[in-house]
């Protein structure tokens, strides 16, 4: 069985927010008018980019859990120019990480450690390494060579 750390980033978490489109996770009245964070300029483009982000935030869980949320905004933070200077980090919106890894809890996906944060539950590593080996068994087929990470 394949493993998050076997497919490509970007194909597992784009096809992760499908499945949790489908799921109906709950996102909240106010994301069509706000911003990432500090560090952007405007909102996301992106209309289901809320999805996205907690397919994302849901694969980062899984890598380097157990997470907090200060964790979780300084990795999804970024720079942000003052004056003519160099750009300063500035962390990502806590309420768009903690309203994510709420529905992701009701789901079923995430659940917290006392002290130390969340980490990915048993149903949440099952359903990951399940896509994951779909992810790589349509791979396999386009590429044989990548037949020895099954």
Known sequence: ??????????????????????EDIPAPSWIP???TGAHADKP???RDWWH???ASLMRKIYLHGPLGI?????????????GY????????GGA?????????EKLGYVEKVEKKGRVISKKGMQKLDRLSTEILNELIVVNPQLKIYS
Do not use: W
């Open 70 to 82: 200060n964790e979780l905004r300084k990795i999804y933070g970024g720079g942000r120019p003052s």
């Open 52 to 54: 996205t982000r907690c």
């Open 85 to 92: 200077g160099a750009a300063h980090h500035k962390d990502a």
């Open 1 to 22: 069985m394949a493993k998050v750390y076997d497919v490509p980033s970007d194909v597992l978490i784009s096809r992760l927010a499908a499945i949790l489109k489908n």
């Open 44 to 46: 996301p483009q992106d």
């Open 96 to 104: 768009i990480i903690r309203n994510a890894i709420q529905g992701l």
């Open 33 to 35: 008018f706000v911003k």
